[in-house]
């Protein structure tokens, strides 16, 4: 959500009060640091994905996406903000891109487990079932924090000597204990930019001042090693 800049403005249908999900905002964080950097923002998150779900991304990549041409290169600079880990997904057999979500969005079938699914109103709903199942019965912080460092040093290390720069950004403090293991440094100054009073359209997600002020706080981290 806070990747693809859910509720912002240009993503926020006014007249119903709901969020849209054709397209990223144009204020989310990864449109703002390449504005920056002036270079062309390809930004492929989705709300509601699970760390499994960001690392299948990103390791399909291409094919993920629907763009099989694409490959990685050294002009790159890939910036992931790693998401809670209460959350999670199966990927689904070999139906790709099957259509979830307005035809502009394509991606693999992914069947998203969440709390917020759990606690959903929505009785019709299999993903309120599904992740009600998954979180009473096996959902367990430790196995999902080490599955969670698994994830990131395997995209580390399969990044590397692929692209030009990669950063991995943390959102909160809960990525503990770390384990010895662990060969990935983290950004993670999301969580130190104050909130309070920024929110977006749906008074929950992050406003564009949070955006803005994090793509700055990135572009000052990255610009003098590009």
Same mark, same amino acid.
């Given at each position: 959500?806070?990747?693809?800049?859910?509720?912002?403005?240009?993503?926020?249908?006014?007249?119903?009060?709901?969020?849209?999900?054709?397209?990223?905002?144009?204020?989310?964080?990864?449109?703002?640091?390449?504005?920056?950097?002036?270079?062309?923002?390809?930004?492929?998150?989705?709300?509601?994905?699970?760390?499994?779900?960001?690392?299948?991304?990103?390791?399909?990549?291409?094919?993920?996406?629907?763009?099989?041409?694409?490959?990685?290169?050294?002009?790159?600079?890939?910036?992931?903000? /790693?998401?809670? +880990?209460?959350?999670?997904?199966?990927?689904?057999? @070999?139906?790709? !891109?099957?259509? $979830?979500?307005?035809? *502009?969005?394509?991606?693999?079938?992914?069947?998203?487990?969440?709390?917020?699914?759990?606690?959903?109103?929505?009785?019709?709903?299999?993903?309120?079932?599904?992740?009600?199942?998954?979180?009473?019965?096996?959902?367990?912080?430790?196995?999902?924090?080490?599955?969670?460092?698994?994830?990131?040093?395997?995209?580390?290390?399969?990044?590397?000597?692929?692209?030009?720069?990669?950063?991995?950004?943390?959102?909160?403090?809960?990525?503990?204990?770390?384990?010895?293991?662990?060969?990935?440094?983290?950004?993670?100054? /999301?969580?130190? +930019?104050?909130?309070?009073?920024?929110?977006?359209? @749906?008074?929950? !997600?992050?406003? $564009?001042?949070?955006? *803005?002020?994090?793509?700055?706080?990135?572009?000052?981290?990255?610009?003098?090693?590009?």
């Amino acid at each position: 959500s806070n990747t693809f800049g859910q509720a912002l403005p240009d993503v926020w249908d006014h007249s119903r009060s709901d969020p849209l999900f054709i397209k990223t905002s144009k204020f989310s964080w990864p449109q703002v640091l390449a504005n920056k950097l002036n270079i062309e923002c390809v930004n492929k998150s989705r709300p509601g994905a699970s760390n499994k779900e960001i690392w299948n991304s990103i390791l399909n990549g291409p094919q993920y996406w629907k763009q099989p041409k694409e490959k990685y290169s050294n002009k790159h600079i890939v910036i992931i903000l /790693w998401t809670f +880990i209460n959350r999670f997904c199966f990927l689904e057999s @070999d139906d790709y !891109h099957r259509d $979830i979500r307005p035809k *502009e969005i394509r991606v693999d079938e992914v069947k998203q487990l969440g709390t917020w699914w759990a606690e959903s109103g929505d009785r019709t709903d299999e993903r309120r079932e599904n992740s009600k199942i998954f979180f009473k019965y096996f959902f367990n912080e430790g196995d999902l924090l080490m599955d969670f460092y698994l994830r990131v040093n395997h995209v580390d290390n399969f990044l590397k000597g692929k692209v030009k720069k990669v950063v991995h950004c943390l959102q909160d403090d809960l990525y503990k204990p770390e384990p010895e293991w662990n060969n990935v440094e983290f950004y993670d100054e /999301w969580k130190n +930019i104050d909130d309070t009073y920024d929110k977006a359209e @749906d008074g929950i !997600h992050e406003g $564009i001042d949070k955006h *803005e002020k994090f793509a700055t706080s990135l572009y000052n981290e990255i610009i003098d090693e590009l």
